[in-house]
């Protein structure tokens, strides 16, 4: 099986318990499963993270994915759910904390994974300790995959440090230090950039959590104002959109050139019909679990991403519910 010479990939978006959908998915891509293994006789699937959390079927979504992990079947990545619940088991004995605060509002989170794992403490383990190995970042011939944000600079400096693309519980725990290399490498990889909201203005999310930072896009390019970098599904107030960017927050934006390879991120909540961000970015989160499509771009070696590649299920809001 893994001696398979691949003819493309299909890189895939945030699951989030939709297990019905993925399979609907899987098999509209020609997937299918022989004895528990989804498999292609030519293509790879890879997983952009994000595979907990929230929805109706999570243990059955991590079961797919790993057993596809483990046949060389497909890849995943880790997004910011796998690395909020690791960090939320991760203790820092110097600290006599765990990584991520045990508070109501990050118990909230991850509650429906905890609660769908509960009667399975084996299969957990399992899961814990596969997460902890995926994949922060993914570079592959031609092109690239990350959870939300490809930071070339930072991808770099780990590259060169530790030389693989997972992260060890050393590093994560370092992470707690928001501002230390770990710290800004995970948030990054798994979040994102973002940016603060001026003093006092905070933007209520569709998820009803009240935000002082709004979310950005880390391909800005000559950027004046927040209506060019601002990326999120929640509109900014509308008097914000033209307020022109300081000198010091231009300074803190990031770029992803046009001569770069094509990079596939997740993460984003995008609505609507699927279509590339620039012509070598592509996000394929369209919230699925939001009763939006579970989206995948069949990706063939092309050097400029084109639209009429994606493909994508709608969420069946009687079986993913
Ligand atoms: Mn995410």
Redesign the pocket.
């Known amino acids: 099986m893994k001696s398979k010479i691949f003819a493309g990939f299909d890189i895939i978006g945030?699951l989030h318990g939709c297990v019905f959908t993925l399979i609907r998915l899987l098999e509209k891509l020609g997937y299918s499963d022989v004895n528990g293994i989804f498999s292609h006789p030519k293509r790879q699937a890879i997983f952009v993270?994000?595979l907990v959390d929230r929805g109706p079927h999570i243990r059955e979504v991590v079961k797919i994915v790993k057993a596809m992990v483990d046949a060389g079947e497909a890849e995943c990545l880790m997004?910011?759910?796998e690395y909020n619940i690791l960090g939320y088991y991760l203790w820092l004995p110097e600290r006599q904390s765990f990584l991520r605060a045990h508070t109501a509002h990050h118990h909230r989170l991850i509650a429906e994974t905890i609660d769908q794992f509960a009667p399975y403490p084996d299969e957990w383990e399992a899961a814990l300790r596969w997460m902890q190995d995926l994949p922060l970042f993914l570079e592959k011939p031609g092109f690239r995959v990350v959870?939300?944000c490809w930071d070339e600079a930072l991808i770099q400096r780990y590259k060169q440090e530790y030389g693989k693309n997972t992260v060890d519980v050393n590093f994560m725990r370092a992470s707690v230090d928001e501002d230390s290399f770990p710290g800004l490498f995970m948030d990054r990889l798994?979040r994102g950039t973002d940016m603060p909201l001026p003093a006092g203005v905070e933007v209520l999310g569709r998820d009803g959590v009240s935000r002082d930072r709004f979310r950005t896009k880390f391909w800005s390019q000559s950027a004046n104002t927040y209506a060019d970098v601002v990326f999120q599904p929640d509109p900014l107030p509308d008097y914000m959109l033209y307020t022109p960017l300081s000198d010091e927050e231009k300074s803190r934006l990031i770029t992803y050139g046009e001569e770069q390879p094509p990079v596939f991120v997740?993460?984003y909540w995008l609505q609507g019909r699927p279509r590339i961000l620039m012509p070598n970015i592509a996000c394929l989160?369209y919230s699925a679990v939001k009763y939006g499509r579970l989206v995948a771009y069949r990706y063939d070696g092309e050097h400029r991403l084109e639209n009429d590649k994606f493909l994508w299920v709608y969420v069946d809001p009687q079986r993913d519910d």
Do not use: I, L, Q, S
């Open positions: 945030d993270g994000d997004g910011n759910h959870h939300a798994t997740g993460h989160d």
